[in-house]
């Protein structure tokens, strides 16, 4: 209601005074709300379901299709004919951007345009806040990770037309090689290199060598450079986030070698955002050498569903020229659902999830090192603040059905409990990656992982490492005849 | 968003002749809200679902549960723990009323306040216009009818605390007549009385005498009032909706009665708003004779979900007494559910409703008549726009399986079709009833009911005549020995 | 999906490994959907929102309502007109019980019978786990405290019709007051009695004499009984809790009284569930003397909207006699609030809630108590666990506005702290209670009070204390004269 | 709730013969489900919201993050923080498709997986009814249409590498355009042919020539080809429903020459799924030439929110093989919005949608040949039976302030009517279109467009057409000296 109607209200419905102590509210709840379109900062407490309802509602209303007395003769008029769709989009219809640009106003969804720019912002404080402070731009993509890798490769390629090659450091993810492929690009893998590694988990001082873990083969990119010819390469496609026993690509070298040779890089950050090791990586190779765009997923890092990425960097122009190659309007869903989660989190809400997943990193380390311990097995060495892997070698044996365990524990209601065995080769696009899952042509362990991940519950982690002994006690009696 | 929120939504967040658009939209939306909270008339047209979830939303915000900074140290602060019940509750949680009084306003709750106000104000305009122009005071209490008649007995007791008496047109429906005994009062059950009737539908001019029907014994209350003394007698309940073959009662003359021996005189029109028919018999009694106030639910008037009731009548403070008896606050769930479906529905959207109902009986009468034919019955006498009665003297037989019939359409999806044999007697609280369900100690035919309520729809009539005929053919060859 | 359907799923749609897997889940979820369909306990675990959603549309499944094929040819059909309306009740529309009787099975809806049953017993489990393990029956009524009240005097009257009186401990609250008048019965009022008490909290050992307190005029009781004569009282009522400083009535004693004069017994345990003090003395009344039922509000012991009661008692026919006595049918929708939230916290989540508000109490008596010392006033002693009251006697003074100190904390979003001047009296129906506010005529001392209710956070006492403190202040200040 | 829990319903819960009933329609109920898991075809009939959403929640349940007891230690555990998120979507969170595939079943999500093949083979079966029955494969895929079109090149491109060139028929739309640079590669702009045309809206038999309208310049496809080389040629990209008064491209005769050449074929088919005279030239251009994919939006054709697009075909492989590119799993929401869309209409709901449509395209026509009599204007000929072209040729002069037309409808709620002035050019990633938003280079008469475009209804068309003549008269006034 605004202010006129709400004085309309006559003294015969309800007493002044009882009124007056609504409006003193409703003008509270307002200034937080302008706060929000002012500032764009992520509030420092979450907001309440209501509150966030009142804003999302009040956003609709100022999209066209929402308007009371309206005629449209245009062949797209964010009609929709489903009461269920209707509402679970809380009446938006129109998505997000314009046929020339992602991030261009719409002429009949100010509303939708609104949300689409706030929650950019949002993301962009969120980003900053958790330990990336020199990043300037970042907007919210309804595309999903690798699709969205793909849109940058694009568009960094439409800037150097004549180059061919991502150079690219081995990780074995499909969907990130699928994305230099569905490009039209031609990925040069360059394999893990096995190095000996300390023990620690990132961000601790104490450095324990204790054998030996993959590692980005920087030699490897020089040569590469050497032998194509800077110009012949669109970009280097570097990951933090990934499964270990891999460690995170050493982001702040490669970040230098691209500023040397003036080659574009791209980080698949993919759900790094939840570490603050990965983000101090990336705002240091940034200032150190050179970052184009780094790129997230919304649903690992905001605990949304699955189907948004995020595009951040440290230039405007350049994450603008990734957003403004999207052909045609999209989706507004991805924005609608950040949105609501950022604000029902606050600040200090993010700042609880990454606190609760750092815990229970350790716990899960820990526990792990005890089973290990307790079957003849060892943590594998890896700079990786998510992901652990632990080996299985004494396992293998002649019966070769360490799938098994993997199937023991998915179920017992264990999922993303990966088992890596380290034989198997896959091609993809003409492309063979030796020994699969390992990340490295070198790898020679077969092993389990296990991630905290963001949103992830200290009791998830207690059942998983009972199930997972169970299961590792049963497995020896079943297929290698140990005594039960 | 206030004015002032959206006047600092920046340029840069979206172009300003976009949001102009918007805003103008804004203000029209706002303009249907005003004249609503000013004028309290039903709508014309109905309002679209957001239109009405803004108006519901906006009016929780003015209640202190909701209000962003509060701290609570009463008793009762409306809070909710459960999402699922805050949510569907659209945040309205402190009910309507005070301890003193249901239409009182409460200081921690303005938005429930004005909702109640609203609803009943806009209640009261459906009223006048379907055909009660004389009515000025409707109130939605969240009690089901038979507990609004109780309620309303009490408060016309506590002005009569000396009488005893309620004298009461027999009708075969036992909710009403218990009301009569939970409030502490005797009933007078005054029988129907047979008496000869036309054929045709209420409202039309024709009639023609084909038997006879069960109508109002007037001189058998008379009689009544002679014998107790009106002193006595608390108040006459007469019925104007109820099952065929009985007919409404005959309230105009009723309402003369009560005039003329000054005796409280209350109608039970269960779900007589559906019927002009009703609606003017009501107007009219009250305009030549004494009515105090006519209940109906809201769920058979309002298609809203069973729990709620309208006391209307025709001088507010009479009214209001009744409102006033109730102790305590009370749910406003049940005004929400009756705003929010008229707000719907507008003006129009009621009288297609009502429209649809009667052409609807005209096909289900005529159907009927058709089968009665068909199967050597014959549709009884009455004077009921909604309900009609099918004789079933010729499948009553020896076997005196009757209630089968109703088995055998439920079984085939058919819901609310009774079979009345006319043989059961019935005891409540210390009365019996003679052949309970004919509303008459003197009825002696077999029949079926069906009815045309509120909401029916053509395709329902239809089914139902086809099953009923297979039914009636089906029952002959099963348990009377015809030939398939 | 019943299992068939769900064996039908082709292998071309989902592998059958994947299926196999979900399958296992959804044998969980039924399993415990089954054993609280067969055990009608609360579970120890709140169940997830999404479990909860799932029991309930299933149960609105079975409502005829939601029959895909069905024609109505009935005159209640439990149509829903508006989407928002069908919505927001989960497609239930038939409510709960029948003509006959509150809690009779629906012909037409046997999810909504189920929902019904499963609530009353759920409940019941829930009294007999926080200390008043005798009950045996306990049934949630779609009334409000106050028109429950009401509902049970005229049941119990219904089997003592030549009874008039009923006696009652003062307590100033209206609605259990007017819930004797509205029933038509006289109130005999009993003030309560300044006796010396302890000061410490219930439950404690430790006692220590700091004053008078107001309690039971057992005394008085007696005497009315003899002065009346036990026939013509149809009942007693008490009261649990209360606003202090009147502190719970005697129920072990009045319930003795009770059963040595065979006079039933109505406990007002308005929002009594939340201690386990209150329960105590319920189960102690029951099992040395005589209670007959014990009604208390769903809103303030369970959280939900205002709007339902629980009715519960020793006896299963006693309780079910006050059911019995509602004529008609009756809103479903505080059962299904009632059913959802319970389900939601499970015991262990009750009883959170439960030890938190103790823990609140305790932190409100202290910081109330160093409040007074600061400002010359004390704590007014009194039995009573959830309520304080502090004096305010230095605060009276010539200008008497010692209202604006209650306006004052309005304004500061402080709702529920009552400010009590002993000198104003009150009419009700004809009665007068002097000294309104302060529950005795013999009351002196003005005074505020605050309440550690169920479902408060610590953050609202720490806020409420600190804007007592600044009110209070300026009070003196502005008038008082006070320097500030 | 499985079979077992049903029959543990105790008959103290609830009588078994009400049960019975409501077992029956569970039954019913199921049938119905199951016959669509088995037949996956559009239900004749549209289903009720709630069959609607017990269907989808019901396949939610069969997804990992909804199993009541699990541990998740991957990186992606499906986890939402947010419950206004988790709610509207349905508890789905993990997307559709794998790393691997669009089309892969996921593991941890049997029901996303349901959810995505069965909303697949609905829109297939709705394509086929509509006029193509011809086609074999369609999938819903997450992008808007411009994006999805970028998909196709690049995956249409992956197997014809050396290949460089996309022929196009120049359309004046941004994001098609943008599609194929942003795809990298190069479009070669084929203008529109200036050619007679006749009056007649498509289907009707009888023919008039009135003037010239654009259409397809088959012999500037002829001459690039061999110009080019087929081999160069990527593939030919043309387009069916567009702005008047472009006509759509000769599908048959541009698929012909495809097949005559080894060219692949893409049409943009944005929103011609509600015309069955596009509909009917797909089928054809298949039968007799080819036609690899066309492509078309989900919002505009099925009445959704922005976001996504359908790809369909006349070979699965062709289909799928774009579905393969997609690097990465995906958004889920555009797969339910549609699923729900298509249950809730029906086949005969969306029959209404098409035969409503067409009407209205028939009032909207006969309205504007009346006003462009009354304004000395004509109706633009041309083979568009959505949009329709009026000129605006005397309301030009020396002002020039034709957009102001377009200013005014917009101040009065009409929305999606465009002003084109015939002089404007606009440059597009280094592609200049001469007098853009004509579609030819040779157009020469202002105009404007108005469509009848899915879900418009009569009374938007009514209101439109008083507006503009409200509007050209009022323009007269103000910017040519008319006198008023």
């Known amino acids: 209601m605004n202010d006129t109607t709400l004085k309309s209200i006559a003294k015969s419905l309800v007493p002044e005074n009882y009124l007056a102590l609504a409006n003193d509210a409703r003008a509270e709840r307002d200034k937080e709300v302008k706060l929000l379109l002012e500032q764009r ?55 997000i951007g314009r046929s020339g640009n992602l991030t261009d106003a719409q002429p009949k969804a100010a509303g939708s345009t609104i ?12 980003i900053r806040s958790v330990g990336i402070p020199n990043c300037t731009k970042a907007i919210v993509i309804p595309l999903a990770t690798g699709m969205t890798m793909m849109l940058a490769l694009r568009a960094i390629h439409s800037k150097r037309p004549t180059s061919r090659y991502v150079l690219w450091s081995r990780v074995d993810q499909q969907s990130c090689f699928k994305s230099i492929c569905a ?17 620690t988990t990132p961000g601790s001082s104490q450095c324990q060598d204790v054998g030996s873990s993959f590692s980005t083969d920087f030699p490897g990119f020089v040569s590469k450079i050497n032998e194509l010819g800077a110009d012949q390469i669109c970009c280097i496609v570097s990951t933090t986030s990934c499964f270990a026993p891999r460690s995170s690509d050493d982001i702040i070298e490669l ?18 955002l939840q570490s603050s090791y990965f983000s101090h990586q ?20 905001l605990l949304v569903p699955v189907g948004g990425a995020i595009v951040a960097g440290f230039t405007t122009e350049t994450v603008e020229s990734i957003a403004r190659l999207y052909p045609g309007r999209a989706s507004g869903t991805q924005s609608l659902d950040v949105l609501m989660t950022l604000l029902s989190l606050g600040k200090n809400g993010y700042d609880s ?35 652990i892997a632990m080996s299985l070698a004494s396992f293998e044996g002649k019966s070769g059905r360490l799938e098994m365990i993997g199937s023991m524990l998915l179920k017992r209601g ?16 003409g492309n063979t990656f030796e020994r699969w899952g390992s990340h490295s042509s ?43």
């Not at 992520?42 to 007395?69: C, K, M, Q, R, T």
Request: aromatic share 6%; proline share 4%.
């Open 414 to 429: 264990v999922s993303g409990c990966r088992v890596v065995s380290s034989s198997d080769n896959k091609t993809i696009d």
């Open 41 to 95: 900062k992520l509030p420092i407490l979450g907001w309440s379901e209501s509150l966030v309802e009142y804003l999302v509602s009040e956003l609709a209303l100022l999209d066209s299709n929402n308007f009371p007395s309206r005629c449209g003769v245009g062949e797209r008029e964010g009609r929709v004919v489903c009461d269920l769709v209707r509402r679970r989009h809380y009446n938006f219809t129109h998505g």
């Open 353 to 387: 999830l990454m606190k609760e997943r750092k815990e229970v990193y350790g716990t899960l380390l820990e526990g792990l090192k005890n089973l290990a311990q307790t079957h003849g097995e060892r943590i594998l060495p890896c700079r990786n603040p998510i992901s």
């Open 255 to 272: 970040a230098k070698l691209c500023q040397a040779h003036d080659i574009p890089h791209l980080v698949n950050n993919a759900y790094g």
């Open 282 to 301: 990336l705002n240091q190779g940034a200032r150190t050498g050179r970052i184009d765009a780094f790129i997230q997923s919304t649903d690992k890092n």
């Open 183 to 199: 490009a039209g690009l031609k990925p040069i893998i360059i394999d893990s290199l096995l190095a000996s590694e300390c023990s």
């Open 442 to 484: 070198s790898a020679s362990v077969p092993y389990l992982t296990a991630s905290a991940a963001l949103g992830i519950k200290p009791h998830e982690v207690t059942n998983f490492l009972a199930k997972l002994d169970e299961v590792l006690h049963k497995y020896r009696v079943k297929y290698m005849g140990d005594r039960n």
């Open 115 to 126: 949300l689409a720019n706030i929650t950019n912002s949002l993301v962009c404080d969120l």
